[in-house]
């Protein structure tokens, strides 16, 4: 079974930058599509970047141009690197296949954006 473990996160202050992190067990990465999403307080987890086998990219409208996903493939990881940071980036981040078929979630890294 995949077992998907996302770190990086923590506390920045809005305009900052933070890069997360996807360890996964198995070789996912060369055979998936995968993505991030996140979950806010009293919202539904949404998906807000993904990249394919191929490697291309596609992102939420509001975190293109800020945020950038990528893979290392050989070393079974995923990367999310935030840039300009806002309060309403604050959430739980994750890191899974696009829907419909998905892995079973991680714990997730906490992301606050808040000076």
């Known amino acids: 079974q995949v077992q998907l473990v996302e770190s990086g996160g923590g506390l920045v202050q809005p305009g900052g930058s933070l890069r997360l992190s996807c360890a996964a067990s198995g070789s996912i990465f060369r055979r998936y599509a995968m993505g991030w999403y996140r979950q806010a307080p009293g919202r539904e987890r949404e998906l807000v970047a993904s990249?394919?086998?191929?490697?291309?990219?596609n992102y939420a409208d509001y975190v293109k141009g800020r945020f950038t996903i990528s893979r290392d493939s050989a070393k079974n990881t995923m990367f999310l690197q935030m840039n300009s940071l806002k309060p309403e980036d604050t959430a739980v981040y994750y890191c899974?296949?696009?829907?419909?078929?998905?892995?079973?979630w991680g714990q997730g890294t906490q992301v606050t954006v808040s000076s």
């Open positions: 899974n296949r696009p829907p419909p078929i998905i892995f079973p």
């Open positions: 990249i394919n086998t191929g490697d291309s990219t």
